[in-house]
């Protein structure tokens, strides 16, 4: 039986009662279209017609309203005008219905009146204990079940197959265009669910649901917006542990109104990162275009085992094709590795004008030696190198001849190299096709969209990051949530001191309010110093003068201190300046840069990239929502472009990758522990140093969250 993590929506899409509010026996109107449906695919609950001016609809009897029904009712559909379906709701009698699809618009799409009527409709709903799926939506098909609560009429045209995807979709059209894709696609569905205008169940709600049920593998949703960050988090992360992986198309790339003069990470993280950020985090693939949508669906459906890694085999009987793939192949981030040296030999020695190497081409040889297919791929997997195959057949597909040797190889395949998913890139006509499809074997007529399919989906093998959200490093202290005061502003000092506290490497500094206190510090550091102004008021110092550095004896460092106090004061003349704060000259590292800012929707994200040009003009980052943890952290360390240089380059050392990851958790946790109070924190530069010497962050900016600077005094 399937468990579900919410038995009000199990009620709602698995219902043997449904009641159409607005039933009608005019075909093409609203409310004939879901009776009509019900009973044409069969579905074997009752059916209850609702129309107070009718007394039989479609053949069933009607009843005036709900409350005139003697039962209660699983499923109600509202199919009657926005301003009547309060109304229709307040009618049926407390405890009565479970759950109610509202296909209705003119509510609040259409401005300040129809925002009035969705929210008397959900206060009944509220009121009455009643799941709401819409206003403005297409409702939802339940295809083992039979349930086709909507008026969309695409099923009306042929039937789905039933399978192992769960759809849901913001946009009805949208919807209505996918299920149909899918018809035609040959994918099976397990649930199609529209969403509308979300007034009480939304797409997270509905992945969560899907996450838990046992007739579906895969998901895919399609979203315009989110308004419940926590929710949808809350969502991705259940499916991840059920193991079911989701496909996401969402709309709007837009960068978000942040800040840019406040911090990097506000200028960066618009709405499109953020939303890169967390699907990444929850191993969601997410779709740019309605064909990766609909090809990587396909992909994780017919797939029963997926590629445990990027090493990818081209096998090809064209040498151009097999170059183009492997072109492909590169920007997907699968590696090419060439198969043994012995295993070229014999191709050789057999097909002495073959290519050997990865991409292996044997050339047409295949056509008059079939054999050659299936002895040629036994070969170069035989020691395990490759984590998927793709083989290219040009036209040879609709070949009725060879189509034995396919078959057979497609069969023999997954008998002998269960753990090595095949594709094929060839023109099968469309029985043929599913034949092979049956037998777990993704079929493309297009290699590049092949190629691009199998690295989104091995991909997947290196989320492994994504096993938890919270850290689990034990390195790390808790983050107590009032463990530092809210100021109004925070100055270098003060900012280091917080962030010091929350387990972030800090190096010792003196904050010099004059020239001899500067001049003493200095002297104790034993070694050169750098000066910096500390001023509440000035976020990026080196613009303004303020920042000195490699300084060494009483001479330079007093004349350090009065140019910086001269330089700022022309500046910003403005400015507060607490002081000027004097530590030792770092060692050399890589510059970093690290910074949380705070989404409206998601909470705390996090930045990391590295320092200069690489953010400044290359905005070479990465993204996560905090808090995460280790292994997280180290994902989101190795997808920067730049990070060769942290690994070493050109004779330098290798940083301390994981002490950057231990940073990068303990800001995540002190983000997510005081996300009430901060919106904003860069840390520029966090210097990486060489492995096993850690990292110094070497300058800071906190910025409180307006209205609750002062809340709490020092």
Same mark, same amino acid.
């Given at each position: 039986?399937?468990?579900?993590?919410?038995?009000?929506?199990?009620?709602?899409?698995?219902?043997?009662?449904?009641?159409?509010?607005?039933?009608?026996?005019?075909?093409?109107?609203?409310?004939?279209?879901?009776?009509?449906?019900?009973?044409?695919?069969?579905?074997?609950?009752?059916?209850?017609?609702?129309?107070?001016?009718?007394?039989?609809?479609?053949?069933?009897?009607?009843?005036?309203?709900?409350?005139?029904?003697?039962?209660?009712?699983?499923?109600?559909?509202?199919?009657?005008?926005?301003?009547?379906?309060?109304?229709?709701?307040?009618?049926?009698?407390?405890?009565?219905?479970?759950?109610?699809?509202?296909?209705?618009?003119?509510?609040?799409?259409?401005?300040?009146?129809?925002?009035?009527?969705?929210?008397?409709?959900?206060?009944?709903?509220?009121?009455?204990?009643?799941?709401?799926?819409?206003?403005?939506?297409?409702?939802?098909?339940?295809?083992?079940?039979?349930?086709?609560?909507?008026?969309?009429?695409?099923?009306?045209?042929?039937?789905?197959?039933?399978?192992?995807?769960?759809?849901?979709?913001?946009?009805?059209?949208?919807?209505?265009?996918?299920?149909?894709?899918?018809?035609?696609?040959?994918?099976?569905?397990?649930?199609?669910?529209?969403?509308?205008?979300?007034?009480?169940?939304?797409?997270?709600?509905?992945?969560?649901?899907?996450?838990?049920?046992?007739?579906?593998?895969?998901?895919?949703?399609?979203?315009?917006?989110?308004?419940?960050?926590?929710?949808?988090?809350?969502?991705?992360?259940?499916?991840?542990?059920?193991?079911?992986?989701?496909?996401?198309?969402?709309?709007?790339?837009?960068?978000?109104?942040?800040?840019?003069?406040?911090?990097?990470?506000?200028?960066?993280?618009?709405?499109?990162?953020?939303?890169?950020?967390?699907?990444?985090?929850?191993?969601?693939?997410?779709?740019?275009?309605?064909?990766?949508?609909?090809?990587?669906?396909?992909?994780?459906?017919?797939?029963?085992?997926?590629?445990?890694?990027?090493?990818?085999?081209?096998?090809?009987?064209?040498?151009?094709?097999?170059?183009?793939?492997?072109?492909?192949?590169?920007?997907?981030?699968?590696?090419?590795?060439?198969?043994?040296?012995?295993?070229?030999?014999?191709?050789?020695?057999?097909?002495?004008?073959?290519?050997?190497?990865?991409?292996?081409?044997?050339?047409?040889?295949?056509?008059?030696?079939?054999?050659?297919? *299936?002895?040629?791929? &036994?070969?170069? #997997? @035989?020691?395990?190198?490759?984590? %998927?195959? $793709?083989?290219?057949?040009? !036209? +040879? /597909?609709?070949?009725?001849?060879?189509?034995?040797?396919?078959?057979?190889?497609?069969?023999?395949?997954?008998?002998?190299?269960?753990?090595?998913?095949?594709?094929?890139?060839?023109?099968?006509?469309?029985?043929?096709?599913?034949?092979?499809?049956?037998?777990?074997?993704?079929?493309?007529?297009?290699?590049?969209?092949?190629?691009?399919?199998?690295?989104?989906?091995?991909?997947?093998?290196?989320?492994?990051?994504?096993?938890?959200?919270?850290?689990?490093?034990?390195?790390?202290?808790?983050?107590?949530?009032?463990?530092?005061?809210?100021?109004?502003?925070?100055?270098?000092?003060?900012?280091?001191?917080?962030?010091?506290?929350?387990? *972030?490497?800090?190096? &010792?500094?003196? #904050? @010099?309010?004059?020239?001899?206190? %500067?001049? $003493?510090?200095?002297?104790? !550091? +034993? /070694?050169?110093?750098?000066?910096?102004?500390?001023?509440?008021?000035?976020?990026?110092?080196?613009?303004?003068?303020?920042?000195?550095?490699?300084?060494?004896?009483?001479?330079?460092?007093?004349?350090?201190?009065?140019?910086?106090?001269?330089?700022?004061?022309?500046?910003?003349?403005?400015?507060?300046?607490?002081?000027?704060?004097?530590?030792?000259?770092?060692?050399?590292?890589?510059?970093?840069?690290?910074?949380?800012?705070?989404?409206?929707?998601?909470?705390?994200?996090?930045?990391?990239?590295?320092?200069?040009?690489?953010?400044?003009?290359?905005?070479?980052?990465?993204?996560?929502?905090?808090?995460?943890?280790?292994?997280?952290? *180290?994902?989101?360390?190795?997808?920067?472009?730049?990070?060769?240089?942290?690994?070493?380059?050109?004779?330098?050392?290798?940083?301390?990758?994981?002490?950057?990851?231990?940073?990068?958790?303990?800001?995540?946790?002190?983000?997510?522990?005081?996300?009430?109070?901060?919106?904003?924190?860069?840390?520029?530069?966090?210097?990486?140093?060489?492995?096993?010497?850690?990292?110094?962050?070497?300058?800071?900016?906190?910025?409180?969250?307006?209205?609750?600077?002062?809340?709490?005094?020092?």
């Amino acid at each position: 039986m399937t468990t579900h993590s919410d038995p009000s929506l199990s009620r709602l899409f698995t219902p043997r009662s449904i009641a159409i509010v607005g039933a009608s026996a005019t075909p093409g109107k609203i409310g004939a279209m879901p009776v009509s449906l019900l009973r044409q695919h069969g579905y074997d609950g009752r059916i209850l017609p609702i129309n107070p001016r009718a007394d039989s609809i479609q053949g069933l009897p009607a009843a005036p309203d709900l409350a005139a029904l003697d039962t209660d009712v699983d499923l109600v559909i509202l199919a009657v005008p926005a301003a009547h379906a309060a109304q229709a709701l307040q009618s049926a009698r407390p405890g009565q219905v479970g759950g109610a699809v509202v296909f209705t618009s003119g509510f609040s799409e259409t401005g300040a009146s129809g925002v009035a009527m969705q929210e008397a409709l959900c206060a009944i709903a509220r009121e009455r204990g009643i799941r709401l799926l819409g206003p403005n939506c297409l409702g939802y098909m339940n295809v083992r079940h039979k349930v086709y609560a909507t008026f969309s009429p695409a099923p009306a045209n042929g039937a789905v197959a039933l399978g192992g995807i769960g759809m849901v979709s913001q946009s009805g059209a949208f919807g209505a265009y996918a299920y149909c894709m899918a018809r035609e696609r040959g994918l099976g569905l397990s649930h199609w669910i529209s969403t509308g205008n979300e007034a009480d169940i939304d797409v997270a709600d509905c992945i969560h649901w899907l996450a838990h049920d046992a007739d579906t593998r895969v998901i895919m949703a399609y979203m315009e917006g989110c308004r419940d960050g926590a929710k949808l988090r809350r969502a991705l992360a259940a499916a991840r542990d059920a193991g079911k992986p989701v496909v996401v198309t969402k709309i709007g790339r837009t960068q978000a109104g942040a800040q840019a003069a406040a911090s990097h990470t506000a200028a960066l993280a618009g709405d499109d990162a953020v939303y890169d950020a967390l699907f990444r985090q929850y191993g969601a693939l997410r779709a740019r275009s309605i064909e990766d949508f609909f090809n990587l669906g396909y992909a994780l459906d017919t797939w029963k085992q997926r590629p445990q890694g990027k090493r990818l085999g081209i096998f090809t009987i064209s040498g151009g094709v097999g170059a183009l793939m492997a072109d492909e192949a590169e920007e997907a981030g699968l590696s090419l590795p060439e198969p043994d040296a012995g295993a070229q030999a014999r191709l050789l020695e057999r097909v002495p004008f073959a290519g050997p190497r990865n991409p292996v081409d044997v050339t047409g040889q295949v056509v008059s030696e079939p054999g050659l297919l *299936l002895a040629t791929a &036994d070969d170069m #997997l @035989a020691d395990g190198r490759y984590d %998927a195959l $793709a083989v290219f057949l040009a !036209a +040879a /597909g609709s070949s009725e001849t060879l189509w034995p040797t396919f078959e057979t190889f497609a069969r023999e395949m997954r008998a002998r190299h269960p753990d090595v998913p095949l594709a094929f890139c060839a023109l099968f006509p469309p029985e043929r096709r599913r034949e092979l499809e049956r037998l777990g074997t993704l079929v493309f007529e297009d290699p590049s969209a092949a190629i691009r399919t199998v690295g989104a989906v091995a991909g997947l093998a290196g989320m492994s990051g994504a096993a938890s959200d919270a850290s689990t490093h034990t390195s790390m202290p808790p983050v107590a949530a009032n463990s530092a005061p809210l100021r109004d502003t925070y100055n270098e000092v003060q900012a280091m001191n917080v962030l010091r506290q929350a387990g *972030l490497p800090v190096p &010792d500094c003196t #904050l @010099a309010t004059d020239a001899d206190t %500067a001049v $003493a510090a200095a002297a104790r !550091a +034993a /070694g050169p110093v750098v000066l910096k102004v500390v001023s509440p008021d000035i976020l990026h110092k080196s613009d303004v003068g303020g920042v000195k550095l490699n300084l060494s004896g009483e001479d330079a460092v007093r004349h350090g201190h009065a140019a910086i106090l001269d330089s700022v004061r022309t500046h910003c003349p403005n400015a507060r300046i607490d002081g000027v704060l004097v530590a030792p000259m770092a060692p050399k590292g890589v510059e970093c840069i690290v910074g949380m800012h705070r989404d409206p929707v998601f909470g705390p994200v996090v930045m990391f990239g590295l320092g200069g040009v690489f953010v400044e003009v290359l905005k070479d980052v990465s993204f996560r929502l905090a808090p995460f943890d280790h292994v997280q952290a *180290l994902s989101m360390i190795r997808e920067i472009k730049g990070y060769a240089l942290l690994q070493g380059a050109r004779g330098a050392p290798p940083c301390d990758i994981n002490a950057l990851a231990d940073a990068l958790v303990a800001l995540s946790r002190f983000a997510d522990a005081r996300r009430e109070d901060f919106s904003s924190v860069e840390i520029n530069p966090l210097l990486a140093l060489p492995d096993g010497q850690g990292v110094l962050a070497l300058d800071a900016v906190l910025i409180p969250n307006a209205g609750r600077a002062g809340a709490r005094s020092s």
